[in-house]
């Protein structure tokens, strides 16, 4: 899709109703539901991620990054950008672009809002997480964090919405936590991308491909 189509129909995305519950779940980890009957969601965290759309060769494009490997649950896999809310953020927006900024180096004041999106809730980490949908108009230049970041990865949105893309690989592959299990991802630029941000990702699709 050109940049200039997606903003086109930026006003459609806007407005566009979507089963959120549904589009997540089609994307979640089959072990999901025991992990939020063990959660403690009442005394859940909070943060703040993006879904940022920009233009690269006059396509779209939206950004991933590989986690650094690190002592806690989401080392070294693929997320949104983003991240906790601290004390001085005005509101958990705020929270996702201050992260943003912090993480992949983008100047956030281009950045303009599309949407939000559904809450999710992630019960290994035990954050409530905010999700929105933003956009640029013009090219970015990336920096990544290095204490965070293993790597940016852009990925053209085609590939989110070609269903070949949505696979099913041994946990396994993805993390050594879930050996034995099989979990809905969608392959990305050679990276699975899973649990969470598959979820926000499914919402994503859904919503785009209800105006196309």
Known sequence: MTINRFIEIIPKI?????????????????????LLDLSRYNNS?????????????????????????YKGVHSNQVSLPGG????????????????TNEEI??????VKLIRKLQNL?????????????????????????KNEVKEII??????????????NPKGSNISDRYLNTLVPAYKLNGYFVWGATA?????????IESIL
């Open 14 to 34: 806007k407005e566009s109703i979507v089963d959120s519950n549904f589009s997540q779940l089609k994307m979640a980890p089959p072990f999901r539901k025991d």
């Open 45 to 69: 965290k909070n943060a703040g991620v993006t879904v940022l759309f920009h233009p690269y060769n006059e396509r779209v494009f939206f950004t991933l990054i590989l986690r650094n490997e």
């Open 84 to 99: 906790s809310y601290e004390k001085n953020d005005n509101n958990i927006f705020d929270t996702a672009l201050r992260e």
């Open 105 to 110: 180096g983008v100047d956030v004041n281009v």
């Open 121 to 145: 809730y992630v019960p290994p980490s035990n954050y409530d997480i905010s999700p929105f949908m933003v956009y640029t108009e013009n090219e970015l230049k990336f920096f990544k964090d």
């Open 154 to 167: 852009n990925v053209d949105l085609e590939q989110l919405l070609d269903d070949s893309n949505i696979v």
């Open 199 to 207: 979820m926000i990702l499914s919402e994503v699709k859904d919503i």
